[in-house]
């Protein structure tokens, strides 16, 4: 439901609508809307759809939204919503309203900290789920993959010293 700037359908190779705007606008049903794919059975995505001449914090503060998520809550046991980033647009208020619970997800090197943080006082703290910390390189205290331990042993003949240059 990131209306402003959506990729999912370029990221997954799908179509673009009519998908969430078409659904709470009342131009398509939802079985019309609604992505299955053949890899992933039991995987049902909206994509966003076009939205032309319209802020999408209307689509998102209208009644037909909140019935769309109360519908959805019906059919389905579990619903990730990809929101705009917490402090950016006021869309992502709108949706965690209708959520059971927000998990932030950050990058490192991309992430400002002080965003972060805000971020994470702006969701209420009965809906914080956790932070994911996505693109970031293994920790260096970390456990290595793999651990390997060797021991080995020798014998020859050293070339003196005087054979150095």
């Known amino acids: 439901s ?13 179509p673009e609508g009519p998908g969430l705007s078409g659904l709470v606008l009342g131009m398509c049903s939802f079985e019309d809307a609604v992505v299955r794919t053949e890899q992933f059975p039991n995987l049902h995505i909206l994509v966003n759809g076009k939205l ?5 914090s209307e689509l998102l503060d209208s009644g037909h939204w909140r019935a769309l998520c109360q519908m959805v809550r019906k059919r389905y046991q579990y ?6 980033p917490v402090t950016a647009v006021t869309d992502y208020e709108l949706i965690q309203m209708a959520a059971d619970g927000t998990v932030l997800v950050v990058r490192p090197e991309h992430t400002n900290r002080t965003a972060c943080f805000k ?4 969701v ?5 789920l956790g932070v994911i910390l ?6 260096f205290a970390s456990k290595a ?3 390997e331990y060797g ?3 020798g014998y020859g003949y050293a070339s003196s010293g005087a054979d150095k240059s």
């Open 2 to 14: 990131d209306l402003r700037r959506p990729a999912i359908h370029t990221q997954l190779g799908i």
């Open 52 to 56: 032309e001449n319209m802020n999408p």
């Open 79 to 84: 619903i990730v919503v990809d929101s705009p």
């Open 119 to 122: 971020a994470i006082d702006t």
């Open 124 to 128: 209420p703290n009965d809906k914080l």
């Open 134 to 139: 996505n693109c970031a390189q293994p920790w």
């Open 145 to 147: 993959a793999t651990y």
């Open 151 to 153: 021991y080995g042993y």
